[in-house]
């Protein structure tokens, strides 16, 4: 079992970012400040709508729905606290309660297998010496 420290060090390793073009939704994970067990937070990014009657934005996990988004807002945070594989997308919804068919879908794989240790370390070093008479 790997400490906390191992833990946190290999998640922040393996940040990611993604951006799709159609849509632009990005996302990123990063441990949960504080968090007891596992759990992991998914960072979401997409393009505005510029629609003036845009209500809120849906955001669906694995196709349920998991998030409702004020109009206005560009990004949303999600946690999931067990490892897995999650697909992400997104509607908008307007003030007459019509949903848009779904944004682009963005699939993030989360696991809590460290990687293996470097196998080989080497450290070089180079020294200039200059002499003057």
């Known amino acids: ?8 060090l290999f998640w922040w390793i393996m940040i990611g970012i993604l951006t799709l ?8 994970c ?17 393009d505005a709508n510029s629609e003036a ?15 409702r988004i004020p109009a206005g807002t560009e990004v949303a ?13 997104l509607t908008a919804v307007d003030t007459s309660l019509n949903e848009s ?10 696991d809590d297998v460290s990687p293996t240790n470097p196998a080989t370390l080497t450290i070089t070093v180079s020294v200039t010496v ?4």
Do not use: C, I
């Open 101 to 110: 068919g779904p944004s682009n879908t963005v699939t993030v794989t989360l």
């Open 1 to 8: 079992m790997k400490t906390q420290s191992e833990r946190a």
């Open 53 to 67: 009657d845009l209500k809120e934005y849906v955001l669906y996990r694995n196709g349920v729905e998991v998030d």
């Open 21 to 28: 073009f159609w849509g632009a939704v990005v996302w990123m």
């Open 77 to 89: 945070t999600t946690t999931v606290t067990e490892p897995g594989t999650f697909t992400y997308h």
């Open 30 to 46: 990063v441990p949960e400040a504080g968090a007891q067990g596992w759990s992991r937070d998914t960072v979401l990014g997409w």
């Open 130 to 133: 200059t002499v003057t008479p």
